[in-house]
Structures are given as C-alpha cells and as structure tokens.
C-alpha cells in the first residue's frame, strides 16, 4: 500500500512538472503529392513522456468526454472529420490512456489545415479543467493556399512563416489570438516531441535527446505587447507551441478553465 501510494505521489508530481500538451500527430508535413495522412490524437508530455491523460477525462462522471471539434481546411473548404475519430489506447513511458486514431486522404495540392478542439480535460491535481484547441498542418505538393489561416477561434495561434516549411537553426513566429484579438504578453510553453511515436503500435518510442535539466523540458517564453513571439529551432522534428489560457472561455462544470492555443510546427535538416 505504502509503494502504490509513493508511485502515485510521484505520477501526479510527474504530470504537473511539465506541460500538458494535445497532441496532433502524423510523420510528415510537407508532402510531393496527395495521398493518405495517418493522425493520432492524445494529450501527453512530448518531451519527457512522463504521464499519458485519457482525452475528455471528467471529475463528476466515469465517462470520457467527446471530442467537440475536429475538421480540415483546404483551399477555404472545411471538411468535418469528427466521426472519423476511432478510440485507440495510447502508450506513454509510464502509462496507457485514451486517445484517437484516424486518416484523411489528401486529394488535393496546397495547405490541410487540422483543427482539434478537445473536450476539457480535468486536471485532479490543480482542481482545473484544461481545453487545448489544436492547430496542424500538412502541405501537398508545396502549394501554400491555407497556412495563415485566422480562423477567429477562441483560442488560436496564428503562423507568420509556414509550419511546414522550416529549417533547423531558424525561426517560428506566431500570433497569440482571442477571438481574432492579439493577446498581450501571452504565456507560451514550447516542447519538442522527444520520443518519435509509432503509428503501429500507437505508442511513445525511445528519446532522442536528454535535456540537461528540467527547464529545459518546458521552455517558458512570452509574446510582446501585440501577442507575437519568434522562437528559434535548434532541432529537427516536431515542435509545439501552447498559449496558456488565451482563450475566452474561463469555467466549465461549475470550475476554473484554462482554455490553451496550441500548434504543431515540423522542423527539417538542411542536407
């Protein structure tokens, strides 16, 4: 009893030490032509891999909320993708937890712009409910139509250089929104995608890098007076960019909200 509730201890001091972050995942964002796109959806810490969270967890009931949002943007066209979503269990380091897989055929050329908005997650140890409303993009055959996209959302980021199309050792700009509002002096949190996840066995792989202390996992960064924030690259892979609580929605179920802007941008090597 005593060794369960130290494993416990530890999980939740685990789960809080670095950031939650909604996952929006597939191997490639730049693509020659259309073809099918894999995607898996879970919330997790990408870079540590500590503490994997069931996607809709609730404090007043023992079922998981469903996704409220999930669609594609290409060429202005939005196309639903919400009853695609398939259950799946998502394996993390420590632990297992509920998620969701599916496919997009990309049919035509220029930007697929995903957009995820979760249900709330309930976040036990800070008595907090946690909303990530996700943005991700994947191009095909280099044709830029939709990357900048604002989208008005509640809570958004907004690129100013292509997600898709980023050297390692450059630069990522964005624009933190409120319903098309610049936020001022937005809290960022960004982490890198440490451990290449499998699509086969939906699940996290081997880290690649060990960060050489704990802020290292979580980098903390602000944006200016007008809600902008350049942030440079210094790895290829996955790189997430999360907006704390820039949304508008501030409660749910009767509970402090932290409605998050989040987006995934994928880094290259120049060879």
């Not at 943007?73 to 919400?82: A, E, Q, S, W, Y």
């Not at 943005?135 to 958004?156: F, I």
């Not at 700009?173 to 699509?199: M, R, S, W």
């Amino acid at each position: 009893m005593k060794k369960l509730l130290i494993a416990m201890i530890l999980t939740l001091v685990a789960s809080n030490a670095f950031a939650h972050f909604q996952m929006l995942f597939t191997p490639e964002s730049a693509l020659n032509k259309g073809q099918k796109i894999e995607l898996r959806l879970a919330f997790t810490h990408p870079f540590a891999d500590e503490h994997t969270m069931d996607m809709g967890l609730q404090h007043d009931t023992k079922t998981l909320a469903a996704v409220e949002e999930f669609y594609v943007i290409n060429k202005d066209k939005k196309k639903d993708l919400l009853s695609t979503l398939k259950p799946i269990t998502w394996t993390g380091k420590h632990n297992a937890a509920s998620g969701f897989e599916t496919a997009y055929k990309a049919k035509r050329m220029g930007d697929h712009l995903f957009v995820l908005k979760p249900a709330p997650y309930y976040e036990a140890g800070e008595d907090i409910y946690i909303q990530q409303i996700t943005k991700m993009m994947v191009n095909v055959a280099g044709t830029p139509t939709d990357w900048d996209k604002e989208l008005g959302l509640k809570a958004e980021i907004v690129p100013l250089n292509k997600p898709y199309t980023i050297w390692t050792g450059s630069t990522f700009t964005g624009i933190v929104k409120q319903n098309g509002k610049p936020v001022p002096f937005a809290e960022i949190e960004v982490e890198y995608i440490n451990h290449a996840p499998d699509l086969k066995t939906n699940a996290m792989g081997p880290a690649f890098v060990e960060a050489p202390h704990d802020s290292f996992v979580t980098i903390g960064i602000k944006a200016d007076a007008n809600g902008q924030f350049t942030f440079g690259i210094p790895k290829a892979g996955w790189w997430g960019f999360c907006a704390l609580g820039a949304g508008s929605d501030t409660e749910y179920k009767g509970k402090e909200l932290s409605q998050d802007a989040v987006i995934w941008i994928q880094a290259k090597d120049m060879k």
